[in-house]
């Protein structure tokens, strides 16, 4: 069930779900401590340096926006887990941050945006993680700010073909949009340096590692007594 897909038939539950994310806005201050503990904190100061303006240290009066955008968010899915941390930690740091989509899980409802295009002003600085094509790229690329594209890898269509035609197809104009993105970003990450490299092979010239985030005080639990282990 994915509340993105069915705003128009469930108005009323729509409406509940807008009001409880504005509310949990202003409530939500939270900001995992283990990421001051595993160097991201570190590396976004190194990104700022390099980066120069792309992401740099909010002014003394008013705040600098950085929103990320990606396809989907989804409930315990890895990329959507990371782009929620981003979220929080820049917002700890002084930011405005939103995470804009196209469509969502309603467990996370609380945590993103719907993505319309007059939701963004040219003074924003976009992130944008790509991983699967998506009928948002041709927002990100002409935006006039400044852009990061976070890369986390595509899945070789191939795989998908004889069993789901419809994500192998979105796979292949993935990896076919990836090879066009380096003459429009400023700076890019990778998940790790397998894909760091792919990214400088493709031609962005500007790169770093930044590994997928994780929040180890979620699973911080006893077991079920009674779980199955298969």
């Known amino acids: 069930f994915d509340v993105a897909d069915n705003d128009i038939k469930f108005k009323n539950a729509n409406f509940r779900i807008k009001l409880a994310r504005g509310l949990l ?6 900001t995992p401590q283990f990421l001051f503990q595993n160097g ?5 100061k190194k990104i700022w ?3 120069h303006l792309l992401i740099s240290p909010p002014p003394k009066n008013g705040k600098k926006t950085i929103h990320q955008i990606l396809p989907n968010l989804d409930y315990g899915d890895a990329i959507s887990n990371q ?10 740091l002084g930011y405005r941050s939103d995470i804009f989509v196209r469509y969502y899980h309603y467990k996370v409802a609380h945590e993103c945006r719907r993505f319309k295009p007059k939701k963004l002003t040219a003074n924003d600085t976009l992130i944008y993680h790509h991983s699967i094509g998506s009928e948002l790229t041709k927002h990100v690329i002409t935006h006039p700010g400044n852009k ?19 994500k192998a197809n979105i796979l292949k104009k993935g990896r076919a949009e990836l090879a066009s993105l380096s003459q429009y970003f400023d700076f890019a990450v990778g998940d790790s340096d397998y894909n760091t490299k792919e990214l400088k092979q493709i031609g962005f010239q500007r790169t770093e590692v930044m590994p997928i985030c994780v ?3 979620k ?5 079920d007594k009674n779980a199955n282990l298969y």
Do not use: C, G
């Open 25 to 30: 806005r202003r409530m939500y201050h939270y």
């Open 40 to 44: 991201l904190t570190a590396l976004l």
């Open 49 to 51: 340096e390099n980066a």
């Open 83 to 92: 782009a929620i941390i981003v979220k929080r930690l820049l917002r700890s």
């Open 148 to 166: 990061m594209l976070v890369y986390h890898n595509i899945t070789p269509h191939q795989f998908f073909e004889p069993y789901d035609s419809k």
């Open 215 to 217: 929040e180890p005080a």
């Open 219 to 223: 699973w911080s639990f006893k077991p």
